[in-house]
């Protein structure tokens, strides 16, 4: 006779809860595993469910211990990609007498950056020894998670990894700063870098317990002054939301007599419209397509806008169905302690810059 013929109420003991796990794993119904307890399908099904799975302390113990030491090894690798690849001791002391050369670096992207056009550009840089380098925004793409409005169509794009952006990055302020030692870098923030300060912005507000201190915090701890250590670089930072320089503009500084600003302005007429913007020499990236302008002003004469193009992947995989108009190419400028300054705008053209041939055939 079954159990419950026999009227005798089921004492779940955990052998119990073991034989009813082994025969439902055996593909018994829960039905059968009631009439072998002499209960209803219900009642087992109950019984099994709301037991706790034996748990095996020490293998739990072990885990732990080895996610302590992958974590260890994790941070220690996250403060290496942080950190300059190059000494920066040693570095020639900044030119300060007589003309000069300042040189214009376009948005570069991280690890979407065009390799063998970046070669180009430093060839050049290292040969024109500048005393100041403008980069104009978006060194770090700052993509996947931070760029939340964008709407990912392929699994490669996926695997973009923030870490891996920033070493990328890294290594290109590492390489900039070996081939012009001399030089005095300026970085203003792009549209791309303020996406971090936009999603600590966002994370925080999500939560009914957020506040402003934690946004503050946790931009500090992802902004691009801490993860590129700028200030360990002695490179000055500037971000898109303030004023620098006494101007009435944010995210703009000058230099001599030029303006440098990422810029916001897009489309074919870009040059045109940041130029009746400031109403002065301005020289802006952001759209990745080299563009010069010119207007004649009443009181200075004539003024011109340049963008100077970029130095990333020229066909990124977000943009697959058209091609795009993007060009690589850098700024050059030829300056006068007065302020007065000559632009060139360098083309690279399949990985090929004719600036230092040019000026090599010329002297």
């Given at each position: 006779?079954?159990?419950?013929?026999?009227?005798?109420?089921?004492?779940?003991t955990?052998?119990?809860?073991?034989?009813?796990?082994?025969?439902?794993?055996g593909?018994?119904?829960?039905?059968?595993v009631?009439?072998?307890f002499?209960?209803?399908?219900?009642?087992?099904?109950?019984?099994?469910?709301?037991?706790?799975?034996?748990?095996?302390?020490?293998?739990?113990?072990?885990?732990?211990?080895?996610?302590?030491?992958?974590?260890?090894?994790?941070?220690?690798?996250?403060?290496?990609?942080?950190?300059?690849?190059?000494?920066?001791?040693?570095?020639?002391?900044?030119?300060?007498?007589g003309?000069?050369?300042?040189?214009i670096?376009?948005?570069?992207?991280?690890?979407?950056?065009?390799?063998?056009?970046?070669?180009?550009?430093?060839?050049?840089?290292?040969?024109?020894?500048?005393?100041?380098?403008?980069?104009?925004?978006?060194?770090?793409?700052?993509?996947?998670?931070?760029?939340?409005?964008?709407?990912?169509?392929?699994?490669?794009?996926?695997?973009?990894?923030?870490?891996?952006?920033?070493?990328?990055?890294?290594?290109?302020?590492?390489?900039?700063?070996?081939?012009?030692?001399?030089?005095?870098?300026?970085?203003?923030?792009?549209?791309?870098?303020?996406?971090?300060?936009?999603?600590?912005?966002?994370?925080?507000?999500r939560?009914?317990?957020?506040?402003?201190?934690?946004?503050?915090?946790?931009?500090d701890?992802?902004s691009?002054?801490?993860?590129?250590?700028?200030?360990?670089?002695?490179?000055?930072?500037?971000?898109?939301?303030?004023?620098?320089?006494?101007?009435?503009?944010?995210?703009?500084?000058k230099?001599?007599d030029?303006?440098?600003?990422?810029?916001?302005?897009?489309?074919p007429?870009?040059?045109?419209?940041?130029?009746?913007?400031?109403?002065?020499?301005?020289?802006?990236?952001?759209?990745?397509?080299?563009?010069?302008?010119?207007?004649?002003?009443?009181?200075?004469?004539?003024?011109?806008?340049?963008?100077?193009?970029?130095?990333?992947?020229?066909?990124?995989?977000?943009?697959?169905?058209?091609?795009?108009?993007?060009?690589?190419?850098?700024?050059?400028?030829f300056?006068?302690?007065?302020?007065?300054?000559?632009?060139?705008?360098?083309h690279?053209?399949?990985?090929?810059?004719?600036?230092?041939?040019?000026?090599?055939?010329?002297?």
């Amino acid at each position: 006779p079954s159990r419950l013929q026999e009227g005798r109420p089921v004492k779940w003991t955990s052998d119990k809860i073991q034989e009813a796990r082994s025969l439902k794993r055996g593909n018994v119904t829960w039905d059968e595993v009631g009439k072998h307890f002499g209960v209803s399908a219900n009642s087992a099904r109950n019984a099994v469910f709301k037991a706790k799975e034996p748990t095996n302390e020490s293998a739990l113990h072990d885990r732990i211990r080895d996610l302590e030491r992958l974590a260890d090894t994790l941070s220690s690798k996250l403060a290496a990609a942080r950190k300059p690849r190059k000494p920066l001791s040693g570095r020639k002391p900044a030119k300060t007498e007589g003309s000069f050369i300042r040189v214009i670096v376009p948005d570069l992207h991280g690890c979407f950056h065009d390799p063998v056009a970046f070669a180009a550009f430093l060839h050049d840089l290292k040969a024109l020894d500048p005393r100041e380098v403008v980069i104009i925004g978006d060194l770090i793409d700052c993509g996947g998670f931070l760029a939340e409005h964008h709407t990912w169509g392929y699994v490669a794009e996926a695997e973009y990894c923030y870490e891996d952006d920033i070493a990328a990055a890294n290594s290109l302020l590492d390489a900039m700063q070996e081939a012009a030692p001399s030089a005095k870098f300026y970085f203003l923030e792009g549209n791309h870098e303020r996406r971090v300060e936009t999603w600590c912005l966002t994370a925080v507000l999500r939560s009914k317990k957020g506040n402003p201190r934690d946004i503050e915090r946790l931009r500090d701890a992802m902004s691009p002054e801490r993860v590129l250590s700028l200030r360990d670089r002695e490179i000055e930072f500037f971000r898109q939301g303030e004023f620098h320089h006494d101007l009435r503009i944010r995210a703009t500084i000058k230099l001599g007599d030029c303006f440098f600003t990422h810029g916001s302005r897009t489309g074919p007429g870009a040059a045109l419209s940041t130029l009746r913007d400031f109403s002065a020499p301005v020289v802006f990236g952001h759209t990745h397509q080299i563009a010069e302008t010119s207007l004649n002003n009443v009181k200075s004469g004539a003024i011109a806008a340049w963008n100077v193009g970029c130095l990333c992947n020229l066909q990124p995989l977000w943009n697959h169905d058209r091609k795009t108009a993007w060009n690589h190419g850098y700024g050059v400028q030829f300056c006068l302690p007065s302020g007065l300054f000559q632009h060139v705008t360098a083309h690279i053209i399949d990985g090929r810059s004719m600036l230092i041939p040019l000026t090599q055939k010329v002297s």
